[in-house]
């Protein structure tokens, strides 16, 4: 099941990133996409960090409803307490993690309403046309991704940010591979904003 297995994947490579650049006490997690990938991002997270309470946001309320029911039930390392965000500013405010699984075309939330020291894996936005981070959070974070070679053909994310002149391929810190082998620094400090960008 192809579908299944690149879920599965994603999820797991979101959830060494989570483990290396997010805040050791990160007790909140928010997931943008009610989808497939969504679940599997969660189960990463909760894996490696003891996530006490989630906030779930989809374009479509009944999709994120049935992720709810559906992920409460799963039991431990996934809490009960998950919830339904009325909007994306709720879904973040109280947010230590960030996993956006969208396939959206423009940022999914507001660079203004992030905490501090927050931490964001983002596994959408596969096409050079696409965005779910704001490119102020771009400029502002410390970027990793799974594979430079890929993100620069293929991540909005980044692309957009670098097409606009705002940052350079050199702004990004390098591949997780080089952290996890201690190549290269993971989080250095509480108040850094960390950003995962995964292609596949």
Known sequence: DGTYLTALRTGAASGVATSLLARR???VAAIFGAGTQGRT?????CTVRAIEKVWVYDVIPKAARDYVREMKTRGS??????FVARSAKEAVREADIICTA???FRPVFNDSDLK???HINGVGSYTPEMQEIPARTVVRSKVVVDSLQASLAEAGDLLISIEGGLISDKHIHGEI???AAGKIPGRES???TTFFKSVG
């Open 25 to 27: 006490n990160a007790r």
């Open 41 to 45: 991002q969660l189960e990463a997270v």
């Open 77 to 82: 390392p996934i809490p009960e307490n998950i």
């Open 102 to 104: 969208t396939t959206s």
């Open 116 to 118: 501090l020291g927050v």
């Open 177 to 179: 591979g080089e952290v």
């Open 190 to 192: 509480e108040g850094e």
